[in-house]
């Protein structure tokens, strides 16, 4: 279990072979379960699969994305919901902290970028628990996407990840990571 946090790496191509439909419903699954603050869940999916869907995203991607992205078996937009907080009577039963959000958007955008990129990190490792690689980016056109996907919702792009069985040919070496002395302290 160690090695998907020690040994896991981005891919930059992935295997020809197909990610089932279960295993995207597996892959949330196992992420939603995980703590956000107040338990929000902000985090809103769209798994690209289409060659249609591709060529839709396609044109929001940076130029050294493209291809990489409309080749990979899935790629999923992962968004935040900026309306999560109706949501918090039924999902934070123990009291309503819907208050907190509402009419405070500076507030409510933090708390669900927050909490979103908290369950993209999830999502990551969930994917690599199911044998699957990945490739996560921000490099694409936020409103441009936010335009094509997410028109007339209250859903913001957080950031993109290609998903599929990694190709070892199409990988990098892992390169230098900070020791513990170097960013943690203990006090």
Known sequence: MKKIFTESKTFYGFQDKEVEDETLVDLYEMVKNNATSF????????FIKSINAKKRLNPYMLE??????????????????????????????????SFLFKGNPEFTHLTAFRNSSLQGGYFIKAAHCLGLGTGPMSGFDNEGVDREFFANTD?????????????????????????????AKIL
């Open 39 to 46: 338990n929000c869940q902000p985090l809103r999916i769209i």
């Open 155 to 183: 859903w913001k792009t957080n950031f993109i990840c290609n998903i599929g069985y990694g190709d070892e040919t199409q990988t990098k070496p892992r390169e230098r990571r900070y020791s513990f002395d170097e960013i």
């Open 64 to 97: 050294n994305n493209k291809k990489k992205t409309f080749d990979a078996p899935v790629t999923a937009i992962l968004a935040m919901d900026l309306s999560f907080y109706e949501d918090l009577p039924k999902n934070f039963s123990s009291m309503d902290v």
